[in-house]
Nanobody, 120 residues
Framework: QVRLVESGGGLVQAGESLRLSCAAS????????MAWYRQAPGKQRELVAQ???????NYADSVKGRFTISRDNAKNTVSLQMSSLKPEDTAVYYC??????????????WGQGTQVTVSS
């Protein structure tokens, strides 16, 4: 059984920084793309940043230049460094990963979410 566990959320003021981390555990063969999504109240879940197994990245326009996604393949972790936070970044942030538990079995996994609140 595979689990994704996020940590690092909290309450900060506008302009401050926060770092989110997500660790995958369980029966893992390989991990493909990993990503961070967020969902604000009354809005749809949206992609914030994604990183491929080789390190290629892409970001939502709203966070480019402020957020940085990284991964540690040896530790099965993905992180999101968030800087210059704005009130509109307030949301529940979810970790996502495509994980193979065997060479032929590939599933999509989500973490439980961590709240990020940015006050003005």
């Amino acid at each position: 059984q595979v689990r994704l566990v996020e940590s690092g959320g909290g309450l900060v003021q506008a302009g401050e920084s926060l770092r989110l981390s997500c660790a995958a555990s369980g029966t893992i063969f390989t991990i493909g793309a990993m990503a961070w999504y967020r969902q604000a109240p009354g809005k749809q879940r949206e992609l914030v940043a994604q990183i491929g197994s080789g390190g290629s990245t892409n970001y939502a326009d709203s966070v480019k230049g402020r957020f940085t996604i990284s991964r540690d393949n040896a530790k099965n972790t993905v992180s999101l460094q968030m800087s210059s936070l704005k009130p509109e970044d307030t949301a529940v942030y979810y970790c996502h990963a495509y994980i193979k538990t065997t060479p032929n079995v590939n599933f999509s996994y989500w973490g439980q979410g961590t709240q990020v609140t940015v006050s003005s």
